[in-house]
């Protein structure tokens, strides 16, 4: 989408993100900056995060769905941040779909999954907490 007056996009195409917490801490501050070396700058107050979060996955999913751009291979990770989950917690299966929630400190966001996932996902947790934190000498 294109500005009518001067061919330029709409809405700016961001390249990188920055920021840290508020002095507060009641705040995010990101820092962005686009293609054409604008900075943006916003705050999104912590308890608002997960539902930015949230936004965006929605979003993300419905465009994988149709077909846009193929969804990434689950053996390509070099292109995405770990989120320091400070817990997980699968929710009972209701009809054909089951829970899973990941709260990263103040934010929790909740996934459907199809119950039938639910016990690879299971067995992944159970191997994972399985593995020695360290390697054996």
Do not use: C
């Amino acid at each position: 989408m294109k500005n009518q007056s001067d061919n330029t996009p709409a809405f700016p195409i961001i390249h990188t993100l920055q920021g840290g917490p508020s002095e507060d801490g009641d705040m995010l501050l990101v820092e962005t900056a686009t293609f054409d070396d604008k900075i943006l700058r916003f705050a999104i107050p912590i308890d608002n995060v997960q539902h930015v979060i949230a936004f965006l996955l929605i979003w993300v999913g419905k465009i994988s769905a149709q077909g846009n751009r193929p969804e990434t291979d689950d053996t390509d990770r070099t292109g995405s941040l770990p989120i320091p989950a400070t817990s997980i917690s699968i929710g009972e299966p209701h009809g054909d779909a089951g829970y899973l929630g990941i709260s990263v400190g103040r934010a929790e966001l909740v996934f459907s999954v199809p119950a039938s996932a639910l016990m690879s996902v299971g067995q992944t947790l159970l191997l994972a907490g399985a593995m020695p934190s360290s390697p054996p000498s």
